[in-house]
C-alpha cells in the first residue's frame, strides 16, 4: 500500500511554493522594511504554515500569489506581522515594528541548544551587534562594563564580577568552547577584540550543570560573525585617545556548500598615566594582533564541518624606578600568546537526532623579562605556559514536541608550566552531563541538569541544577532556578609568581605572596602594604549553593520589565584582593579563603519605546555581600579596629561593610535615539558604580572603616554613528566625558575621545 510521508510532502510543497513564488517575480518586488525604511534583510515569510521563504540583501521578495489563508511576515528583533491575502496584494511595503527588548534572540550559552530568550526559565541577556556598536568599545571588557550587575575590575587586568563572584568563577565561551589564559584565575577581556563579534550571550547564575566548576557565577558567550555566501570584504580603522589605533579586515569567501570568514585586527595604544609624579606609567604601551578564521560547510545531506581557528599575540614595554638611597631604573618588556583550534562535526541521522564531535585545543603562554636598565642584568623573569585539549561529544534527541534530552561526555587534560614552578604540572578530567528540556504545558518550561566530574585534582563531584517557567501571560512570565557547584584551589592560586608589563601589576600565589611582596619591599617598588601576607593562610576548596528568581513582564508593546533576585552561598570562597599598593599606583595582588560567603542582590532592567526614534532604558543592581563568620565575630564582640588617635575600640554590625571591591549600588541609564534628519544615531549612556572598600588599612583584615572605601562615580559615554547608502559606517563619539578618575580602578584613563570608520566592499566577484 502507497504511503504518502507527511515530511516529506511538507518539504516538497515548500520548494514548490517558493518556485512558484520565484516565477512571479515579474509580477513586482515587495521589501520588508523597518519603522525607518530600512530593509530588513533578515526578514523571513511563511505562508499557510509552510517553510519560511527568505528575502534578498535589499530586503526583497517576489510578490507571492496567495488566494486564502494567512501570511507571517517576521524578523529576528521585529513584531511579526499577518496580513490577509488581498492586504500582501496591495502592499508595495511591509513594515514591521521594532520588539522592545531581545526576547526573541537566540541563545546557545544557557542550554546548549538554540532557544530563545522568552523559551528559557533563567537570567539571559543578549547583546546584538547593535547594543554592542552603541557602546562604542574596541575591547570586550569596554561593551561588558555598560551591562546591569556587571562590574569591570582592575584584578590583574580587565576582570569581570558578576552576582558579586569574581571573574575566577565566570566561564568565558568563545563560539561556546571555553577560553584559557587566566592569570591566577582572571580572564584578561582585554585581550577579546570586539571587531569579530557578532552578539554576546549573559548567562547569569551557577551553570556548573552542563559547564563544570569555572560557571558557578555564570557564563559570557561570545559569538563571533557567522559565515556568508559571495565574496565580501570590510576594511575598518578605530582611533581614540592615549594614540590607540585599532585597524582591521574582515574577508568573507563562500559558496553554496563551503563558507569562510577570516579576520585581522590590529591594535596599538601608548598607554596612559595616573601618577606622572613617578617614573613608570599605570599602563604601558602595548601592541596585539589578532587573527581568525572560521570555515563551515556540508559534507553532505547529514554531516556538517566546522573550523574555528583563532591566534592573539601582544607585546609591551615599561619602565619603573626602586626607591631608597640609591634609585635604579627597570626595563619591562612582557609578552602574551594565544592559540586556538576548534573542530566541530555534526551528524544528523534524522530530524530528531543530532550528534555533535568538538575539539578544542588552546596555547597560552607569557613571558615578563624586568632588567635594571644601567647594565642589562636580570631584575626578574618569568615565562608561563598553558595547554588545554577537551574532546566532546554531545547527543540531543528530541523525544517528542515537549522533551528535549541532552547526553554529553569527554576528557580534558591540561598542563602548566612556569618558571616559578618545580615540575611541569598536569591534571586530566572525565564528565559526562544530562540535560532535559521539558514543555508539559504551553505556558510551562523546565530545565534539568546534572553533571558528574572526575578530575585528578579536584576529586570527583556531582553539580545539580533545575530552572522552571511559568507564563501567567503572554506579557508575563515568571523564573526560577536553583543550582550547586565546586571549586578548589589550583596550582596557578598557590604558587603563581607572575609580573604584568603592559600594566604594571603583581600577581603572587598565596603560598609566594609573603616572599613576593618582601621581594618588591627590599627593591623600593611598595608604597604600601594593604593586607599583611603573613595573615593569608592556606587555601581550602570552596562549594557553593545558588537559587535565582524573577520575572519578565511586556504590559505592552513600548514597555519591557526584567528582574532577577538571587543568593549565592559560598563555603570557603577564594578571594582576589590587592595585598599591596605600588609606588606607580598599580597592585600586588594575592588570594585567599573566606568562610561562609553569601552574595545576594536584585537586579533590575527597564526598557521604554517612547517613540519609533526614542527608546530609554534604566538599570538597577542592588549587591548585599558579606562573611558569615565575620559577622558572628562581631556579634560576639571579638573583633576590634584602632582610629585615628590609636585607640583601640569594637567594631560595630553598622560598620562592617562587607566583601572588598563590591559596589553595593550600581545601575546605568541610556537613552538611543534615531535622528531622521541627518539619519543618525545617537546613544548617551550614564553609568554608575557606587562606592566600594579597596584595601584594609587598620589591619583587622575586614572592611570597616570609611577611609578603606573608594569613592562611587559616573561615567558618561556617547556615540554617534552613521550608515551611509554606500554602506560605508562612520562613528564617533566620547567615553567619560566628565573625565572622573579613579585611583583604585587603574583601568579607568579618564575621557576618552574616539572615531571611526567602516567601509564594506560586497560580492565583489560578481561586481
Do not use: C
Not at 569562510?260 to 596599538?268: E, G, H, M, N, Q
Not at 565546586?486 to 609566594?512: C, E, I, T
Not at 514597555?559 to 549565592?568: K, P, S, T
Not at 550614564?686 to 584595601?695: D, E, K, L, T, V
Request: proline residues 4%; hydrophobic residues 40%.
Amino acid at each position: 500500500m502507497f504511503r504518502i510521508n507527511p515530511n516529506k510532502f511538507k518539504l516538497l510543497f515548500s520548494l514548490l511554493f517558493t518556485l512558484v513564488g520565484l516565477a512571479w517575480a515579474g509580477d513586482g518586488a515587495k521589501k520588508i522594511l523597518d519603522a525607518q525604511g530600512n530593509p530588513i534583510p533578515h526578514a523571513l515569510i511563511k505562508v499557510n504554515g509552510t517553510a519560511p521563504i527568505p528575502v534578498n540583501d535589499k530586503g526583497e521578495i517576489p510578490a507571492i500569489p496567495v488566494q486564502e489563508g494567512e501570511i507571517l511576515v517576521f524578523a529576528m528583533g521585529f513584531e511579526t506581522k499577518k496580513l490577509s491575502p488581498e492586504e500582501w496584494r496591495q502592499a508595495d511595503a511591509v513594515v514591521l515594528k521594532e520588539k522592545t527588548g531581545t526576547l526573541q534572540e537566540v541563545v546557545v550559552a544557557a542550554t546548549r541548544t538554540d532557544r530563545t530568550v522568552e523559551d528559557l526559565p533563567m537570567p539571559v541577556t543578549v547583546l546584538n551587534s547593535e547594543k554592542i556598536q552603541q557602546t562604542g568599545g574596541l575591547r570586550l571588557s569596554e561593551v561588558l562594563r555598560e551591562q546591569t550587575g556587571l562590574q569591570i575590575t582592575s584584578d590583574h587586568g580587565a576582570g569581570l564580577q558578576m552576582q558579586g563572584l569574581d571573574s575566577d568563577y565566570i566561564l568565558i565561551l568563545l563560539d561556546g568552547e571555553p577560553l584559557i589564559g587566566r592569570t591566577a584565575g582572571t580572564f584578561d577581556l582585554d585581550r577579546i577584540s570586539v571587531s569579530s563579534i557578532e552578539r554576546i550571550e549573559i548567562l547569569r547564575g551557577p551553570s556548573s550543570a552542563i559547564y563544570g566548576s569555572e560557571a558557578m557565577a555564570g557564563v559570557i558567550n561570545i559569538i563571533t560573525k557567522p559565515t556568508d555566501s559571495g565574496t565580501q570584504v570590510d576594511l575598518g580603522v578605530r582611533h581614540r585617545s592615549f594614540n590607540t589605533w585599532n585597524p582591521y579586515a574582515e574577508i568573507g569567501l563562500g559558496s553554496e556548500k563551503w563558507k569562510a570568514k577570516i579576520l585581522y585586527d590590529y591594535f596599538s595604544t601608548a598607554g596612559f598615566d595616573l601618577t606622572p609624579e613617578t617614573i613608570g606609567q599605570t599602563q604601558n604601551p602595548y601592541q596585539a594582533q589578532t587573527a581568525q578564521v572560521k570555515l563551515g560547510g556540508k559534507i553532505n545531506e547529514k554531516f556538517d564541518l566546522n573550523l574555528f581557528l583563532r591566534g592573539y599575540s601582544e607585546n609591551s614595554s615599561g619602565q619603573m624606578q626602586t626607591s631608597g638611597a640609591s634609585p635604579e631604573m627597570l626595563v619591562m618588556e612582557n609578552s602574551r600568546r594565544d592559540f586556538n583550534f576548534n573542530p566541530t562535526l555534526r551528524f544528523r541521522p534524522s530530524e530528531n537526532l543530532l550528534f555533535t564531535l568538538r575539539g578544542m585545543s588552546s596555547w597560552f603562554s607569557t613571558v615578563s623579562d624586568t632588567r635594571f636598565q644601567s647594565d642589562g642584568s636580570a631584575f626578574d623573569f618569568q615565562d608561563f605556559n598553558q595547554f588545554y585539549h577537551r574532546t566532546e561529544l554531545q547527543t540531543d534527541w528530541q523525544a517528542n514536541s515537549k522533551n528535549l534530552i541532552t547526553l554529553g561526555m569527554g576528557h580534558l587534560v591540561e598542563t602548566v608550566e612556569a618558571t616559578r614552578y618545580d615540575d611541569l604540572n598536569r591534571f586530566d578530567a572525565g564528565y559526562f552531563f544530562l540535560q532535559h528540556q521539558w514543555d508539559p504545558h504551553v505556558r510551562v518550561n523546565l530545565v534539568t541538569g546534572l553533571r558528574a566530574d572526575f578530575h585528578s585534582q579536584y576529586g570527583n563531584r556531582l553539580s545539580p541544577k533545575i530552572s522552571g517557567q511559568y507564563r501567567f501571560s503572554d506579557r508575563f512570565s515568571w523564573q526560577a532556578s536553583f543550582g550547586a557547584g565546586f571549586k578548589a584551589p589550583d596550582f596557578r592560586q598557590l604558587l603563581l609568581n607572575f609580573n604584568n608589563a603592559a600594566s604594571g601589576y603583581f600577581v603572587f600565589g598565596a603560598l609566594l605572596a609573603e616572599e613576593g611582596i618582601q621581594r618588591l619591599q627590599d627593591q623600593g617598588l611598595v608604597a604600601r602594604v594593604l593586607i599583611q601576607p603573613e595573615t593569608l593562610g592556606e587555601l581550602t576548596a570552596e562549594n557553593s549553593v545558588a537559587i535565582n528568581t524573577g520575572f519578565r513582564w511586556k504590559p505592552n508593546t513600548q514597555w519591557l520589565i526584567q528582574v532577577n533576585a538571587y543568593r549565592n552561598n559560598i563555603d570557603n570562597l577564594i578571594e582576589t584582593a590587592p595585598i599591596a599598593q605600588l609606588v606607580t599606583g598599580q597592585n600586588a595582588f594575592s588570594y585567599f579563603n573566606i568562610r561562609q560567603v553569601v552574595t545576594q542582590g536584585v537586579e533590575a532592567d527597564i526598557s521604554f519605546q517612547a517613540t519609533p526614534n526614542l527608546n530609554l532604558s534604566l538599570g538597577y543592581a542592588f549587591l548585599d555581600s558579606y562573611d558569615k563568620d565575620v559577622l558572628d565575630r562581631i556579634e560576639a564582640g571579638e573583633v576590634f579596629k584602632r582610629d585615628n588617635q590609636n585607640r583601640t575600640t569594637r567594631v560595630e554590625r553598622s560598620d562592617y561593610g562587607g566583601l572588598f571591591n563590591r559596589s553595593r549600588h550600581s545601575g546605568n541609564f541610556k537613552i538611543n535615539y534615531r535622528e531622521n534628519w541627518t539619519g543618525t544615531d545617537w546613544a548617551l549612556r550614564a553609568i554608575y558604580r557606587g562606592r566600594f572598600g579597596f584595601a584594609d588599612l587598620n589591619g583587622n583584615l575586614i572592611l570597616d572603616d570609611d577611609q578603606e572605601y573608594a569613592e562611587g562615580w559616573v561615567s558618561l559615554n556617547l556615540t554617534v554613528t552613521k550608515t551611509l547608502s554606500s554602506g560605508i559606517f562612520l562613528e564617533a563619539g566620547a567615553t567619560n566625558l566628565l573625565g572622573t578618575l579613579t585611583p583604585q580602578q587603574p583601568n579607568n584613563p579618564g575621557r576618552v575621545v574616539f572615531a571611526g570608520l567602516r567601509i564594506p566592499f560586497a560580492n565583489l566577484i560578481q561586481k
